[in-house]
């Protein structure tokens, strides 16, 4: 499998794309730059201004406030999509715990596809949705 193939069938089971056509996640794959970062190497800083949605490829990372591990995230996973809606900085580290790859989508490129394909646009709000469900559920237990 060629690594075209392969990023098109991962931008495909995230969420935010499901239900796009092979053409349109091929688009959305050729879009993006492929980031190696070593196991313990930090790949967001929480704090640091936020360009792009992240979508791991291979390896495991976890989501860090402070000395707080709060997720873990393994290929699929993905983190940084608040960047591409506002220009606040990090809210969270984001630390590869052994060798990964990322496929790095940024803001720019994104509003495009946004602007190009209204399935982008469901699949946005969807999850945004069950975002907020998920943390509104967390906050009243």
């Given at each position: 499998?060629?690594?075209?193939?392969?990023?098109?069938?991962?931008f495909g089971s995230i969420?935010?794309?499901?239900?796009?056509?092979?053409?349109?996640?091929?688009?959305?794959?050729?879009?993006?730059?492929?980031?190696?970062?070593?196991?313990?190497?930090?790949?967001?800083?929480?704090?640091?201004?936020?360009?792009?949605?992240?979508?791991?490829?291979?390896?495991?990372?976890?989501?860090?406030?402070?000395?707080?591990?709060?997720?873990?995230?393994?290929?699929?996973?993905?983190?940084?999509?608040?960047?591409?809606?506002?220009?606040?900085?990090?809210?969270?580290?984001?630390?590869?715990?052994?060798?990964?790859?990322?496929?790095?989508?940024?803001?720019?490129?994104?509003?495009?596809?946004?602007?190009?394909?209204?399935?982008?646009t469901r699949g946005l709000?969807?999850?945004?949705?069950?975002?907020?469900?998920?943390?509104?559920?967390?906050?009243?237990?």
């Open positions: 499998m060629d690594q075209s193939t392969s990023s098109t069938e991962l969420p935010l794309f499901r239900g796009l056509e092979e053409q349109e996640l091929k688009a959305i794959a050729n879009q993006t730059k492929e980031m190696a970062f070593r196991g313990g190497e930090t790949i967001v800083k929480q704090g640091d201004a936020g360009l792009g949605f992240y979508v791991i490829a291979d390896g495991e990372a976890v989501v860090k406030r402070g000395k707080r591990t709060v997720a873990k995230l393994g290929r699929g996973s993905f983190f940084g999509e608040m960047s591409l809606f506002d220009d606040q900085p990090r809210s969270a580290d984001v630390v590869a715990t052994e060798p990964t790859k990322c496929l790095v989508l940024l803001r720019w490129n994104f509003w495009s596809l946004v602007s190009k394909n209204k399935k982008v709000f969807q999850e945004m949705a069950r975002r907020l469900r998920a943390t509104d559920e967390a906050l009243s237990d």
